[in-house]
Every structure is written in C-alpha cells, then in structure tokens.
C-alpha cells in the first residue's frame, strides 16, 4: 500500500458523459501526478500539479481537466467521453516536485 | 521528445534461468525507475537509480544504469515463478521545462513456467 488513495475503484459509463476522478496523495507530498494507461498507448503522463498549482501537462486532451485543491487532493475530470477512454488511470505523488513517484492503486474507467 | 525502449517486450523463462532486461533511452536524463506491475493493479516501485555506474539488488533482481550509454538493465537470476509480472521502466525529469513526468517504457511482460 503506498499510501496514496483513489476513488472510485471502477467506473462504468456511457459515451458522452462526465466523471470525475479522485485521488489523496500521502500524508506531506504535495505534488500529485495523472497517467493514463490503456492497451494501445501504453502508460502516459496527464498532468502534474504542486502545491496547487499546474506544473507540467502532457499528452492531455482539451476534453480532460484537472486541478489540486487547498487540502492537496487533486480531481481528474473527464467529458465527453468516447469509448477511446476506456483506461486505467492513476494518481501518483511526491514529496517534492522531483522526488520518487508514488502510485495509487488506480480507477478503471469503462466507456460503453 | 524523449523515448524509452524496453526490449524484449514478452519473456518467457523457465524457473531457475537467468535473463536480463534491457531500457534504452534517448536523452539525458537525471533518474531512472524501474516498477512491476501484476495485472490490473498498480505499479510497485522495485529500483530508483540516480546516477551513472548505479546498481541495486533487491532478492532475484539486479538493476544497473549507464548513463553515458543511456541504458538500464532489470537482470533477473534463478528465476522463480513469483517473478512473472509486467516490468516497465521509466526515466524521471529531463529538463525544467517537462516537469516531473516520468516517460515509461512499454513493458516487458516476464512469465516465469515451471
């Protein structure tokens, strides 16, 4: 168990929806960190946040958003979905911004 | 961009055998991960390897980085079938500008038969 928390478990939904994803990181790390991993792209970094703020963004779509509140959980946010979404997501965290990455157990997101 | 290869991709071994597991990479890069992951779980952190001539051990696994050759090898010895797991390896922060991310290899996915 590394500490860092995820909700929900799994995630059913349909095309065009909306969800939002959760995640707690460890008790003192302030960065958190969101990767997608799907068969055909592999394990991708979404975006990064520290101390509330955005600090790196990857290979997120416009239809994704994210953000880290004041108690340093962070909220993945997913619209419009399309069955491409379907993924494992997880949450990651860090002490500082350049230390070791600690993963969540993750949220299977199913798009029907 | 930075990539980062694995090979091979699938391994299939035998318990008791040795292999080795290989990670090119293709900028310098400070940090070098190596995580398992079981199916449908998460990953387990196994090496974090911070500079040139690095090697960890931890039970059957050795992890070594090169960084002028920009390589890390997973080396696995007698190996037993607790092992079988999909291996990714990752390389960590390579410039200010790409934050933190780490950029992941494909995996490797090891199954270890009787």
């Known amino acids: 168990d590394s500490g860092v928390t995820q909700t929900p478990k799994h995630l059913i939904t349909a095309t065009g929806q909306r969800v939002t994803l959760r995640c707690s990181p460890r008790s003192g790390d302030l960065s958190v960190y969101w990767y997608q991993q799907s068969l055909d792209q592999g394990l991708q970094f979404l975006i990064q946040?520290?101390?509330?703020?955005?600090?790196a963004k990857g290979n997120i779509l416009e239809r994704f958003s994210a953000q880290q509140f004041p108690d340093l959980h962070s909220e993945l946010n997913l619209s419009s979905l399309e069955l491409g979404d379907s993924a494992l997501y997880f949450c990651?965290?860090?002490?500082?911004?350049?230390?070791?990455?600690?993963f969540g157990p993750g949220t299977r997101l199913t798009v029907t | 961009e930075l990539k980062v290869e694995q090979n091979p991709l699938f391994l299939s071994m035998q318990e008791g055998k040795n292999y080795t597991i290989y990670c090119n990479y293709s900028?310098?890069?400070?940090?070098l991960y190596w995580y398992r992951q079981d199916p449908g779980k998460s990953l387990e952190s196994l090496f974090v390897?911070?500079?040139?001539?690095a090697v960890k051990q931890e039970g059957r696994l050795m992890a070594s980085l090169d960084t002028k050759a920009r390589l890390s090898t997973l080396h696995i010895t007698a190996a037993v079938h607790d092992l079988s797991a999909t291996y990714f390896c990752a390389v960590g922060p390579y410039q200010e500008t790409s934050g933190s991310r780490l950029t992941f290899g494909e995996g490797t996915q090891l199954t270890v038969n009787p």
């Open positions: 900028t310098t890069s400070d940090r």
């Open positions: 390897l911070l500079s040139n001539g």
């Open positions: 990651a965290s860090s002490q500082g911004p350049w230390d070791e990455q600690y």
């Open positions: 946040y520290y101390n509330g703020e955005e600090r």
